[in-house]
């Protein structure tokens, strides 16, 4: 007694129920034809309609769709028989013997019969070129190479089924609708011990989408598979491009194969989708997808790939060479760094969502200080103490004529001339004409020593450029935490030791003696510029 399954999507399925229906009759035995269309409400049902006029067939449209797995899982749900042979809408049988000759296993012994798939041998239109290549090469294979791996080449658009193994091992309704529900059917079968028997009982495969359509369900695929990897319901050395992608991760070329692939993505599209589309440059391709689906920073990617290969201090000796190299991609003139001068497609966007100039490596921060200091602070003979200045300012600090940029960072990790420590800067009183403290003071865990200390410096009426992070309500410290991993939680970075707000930090400042104006700017797009930056500018009174 065998149930046939067919589950359909806007599809003409009354073809092949017919063929069917003929030669469950022709071989005199107990059966039912029962076609479920997973809510396409496509006008082709009327068609399908035409099955409930045959023998022992029925067909029902849903009236939403639930899924490949979730229809599977019903159609066995309603068969009546112990044997269930499942088959995709766009298939055919290659003769009249599909049904006698799965007969003979339809006996005790636990297993999956598994009778193959084949594709029409005229080769189509170019446009769909990709789908039938792909068939023939990596599904339309023989059984003897199916059963060199019998779990993984299962495909479930022509398979022989007992109602007890299926009751052991259903189609998962928890994944994404993404495809590769077949090869956790196919994996979980193999962890419940269950024998895949592989047979020549082929079926044509008559459904070929065009190239582009398959691109993408190729995509979708991936994602699938992507996430079956991420949630542990599939090994990595289950099929062939998810061990070389566990590989590519353990050695790091994940990333820098994500990166190659938003280079070269266009160039392997136009041969997948044109007149002699290479298997492995869709290999290469899904891969490369794969590797891409974990969102990098490009910006963050090309600068991890160029540590990995020459080092950090090989990284910062290079940096300007590097950086004109890489802001070839972001060439354009949508936006410009105030900085480099550099006309820009676009900024590149942190993960916290600052905008990054690729050219110089400026900040909005950065963009915004230069901008300041031009139109309202540098003037010629002056003396500016800069303390841990970005490497982009530093370098153009130094370009500026008549002025001297004294830079100092006392933790090594800037471009710096002195290693003063804030606290007790090594410089003689009234001596500095404008102090630039920008991301400093929330580092200092006695910052009131360190207000003092700048305003020591500065000459009468000199000017300071301080900010931070800043926060609403209260300052919030405690020096009790110590652990970096605290200080992230608490302070919003590791070697943090305090949150200011605007009001509590000018309050501070006001009690070191100066006359604090808390400046409020708004967002310039064409710069790349912050909205609501804050900038304390300071007046030794």
């Not at 079968?189 to 028997?197: D, N, Q, R, S, T």
């Not at 153009?396 to 710096?416: E, Q, R, W, Y």
């Not at 300052?475 to 970075?493: A, N, V």
Request: glycine share 4%; with cysteine.
């Amino acid at each position: 007694m065998l149930s046939v399954l067919i589950p359909t999507y806007n599809y003409n399925v009354f073809p092949l129920v017919s063929l069917l229906q003929k030669q469950c009759e022709e071989n005199a035995i107990v059966y039912e034809i029962i076609v479920l269309d997973d809510g396409s409400k496509s006008l082709l049902n009327e068609a399908n309609e035409k099955i409930n006029t045959l023998p022992c067939s029925t067909f029902r449209s849903l009236p939403n769709n639930i899924g490949r797995s979730a229809i599977r899982n019903l159609l066995a749900q309603e068969a009546q028989y112990e044997w269930l042979l499942f088959l995709d809408a766009d298939t055919l049988p290659k003769d009249e013997n599909l049904i006698k000759h799965y007969l003979p296993y339809m006996n005790n012994e636990i297993k999956v019969v598994y009778g193959g798939i084949k594709y029409q041998p005229q080769q189509p239109e170019d446009k769909d070129l990709l789908r039938w290549i792909y068939g023939n090469e990596r599904e339309a294979l023989s059984p003897p190479k199916r059963r060199e791996l019998p779990h993984s080449r299962l495909l479930t658009l022509n398979f022989l089924i007992s109602k007890k193994i299926f009751a052991v091992v259903k189609f998962n309704e928890g994944i994404p609708n993404l495809r590769h529900e077949d090869t956790l059917f196919s994996y979980e079968l193999k962890m419940a011990g269950i024998k895949v028997e592989h047979i020549e009982n082929e079926v044509y495969h008559l459904g070929l989408e065009s190239s582009q359509i398959f691109l993408k369900k190729s995509e979708e695929s991936v994602e699938g598979l992507k996430y079956l990897l991420d949630h542990k319901l599939l090994p990595y050395d289950y099929i062939g491009i998810a061990t070389t992608y566990r590989k590519f991760k353990i050695t790091g070329f994940a990333v820098l194969t994500a990166f190659g692939f938003k280079l070269v993505k266009g160039i392997f599209r136009k041969n997948l989708l044109g007149s002699n589309p290479s298997l492995f440059i869709f290999d290469l391709y899904r891969l490369g997808y794969l590797c891409s689906l974990k969102k990098y920073n490009m910006y963050q990617l090309a600068k991890k790939i160029a540590r990995k290969f020459i080092g950090s201090q090989q990284l910062m000796k290079h940096e300007v060479f590097l950086r004109n190299l890489y802001s070839v991609f972001y060439s354009g003139t949508k936006n410009q760094c105030t900085i480099c001068h550099k006309k820009l497609r676009k900024f590149s966007k942190l993960h916290n969502n600052d905008l990054l100039c690729p050219r110089c490596g400026s900040l909005s921060r950065d963009r915004r200080l230069l901008k300041l200091l031009k139109e309202e602070f540098l003037r010629s003979g002056i003396t500016v103490l800069d303390f841990s200045p970005s490497r982009s300012l530093a370098r153009k600090m130094k370009t500026v004529p008549n002025i001297k940029h004294m830079s100092t960072d006392l933790s090594g990790n800037f471009i710096a001339d002195f290693q003063f420590d804030i606290t007790n800067i090594d410089v003689p009183s009234e001596t500095i004409d404008l102090v630039i403290c920008y991301h400093v003071l929330e580092h200092i865990t006695d910052d009131r020593k360190a207000m003092s200390e700048l305003y020591r410096v500065l000459k009468p009426s000199g000017k300071a450029l301080i900010q931070t992070p800043f926060k609403e309500g209260d300052i919030y410290e405690d020096y009790s935490i110590t652990e970096p991993k605290e200080r992230e939680i608490h302070f919003g970075q590791d070697d943090h030791v305090r949150f200011y707000s605007v009001s509590s930090l000018k309050e501070r400042l006001e009690e070191a003696g100066f006359a604090v104006d808390a400046r409020s700017f708004d967002a310039d797009t064409y710069y790349g510029l912050a909205a609501n930056e804050t900038v304390l500018v300071l007046t030794k009174a």
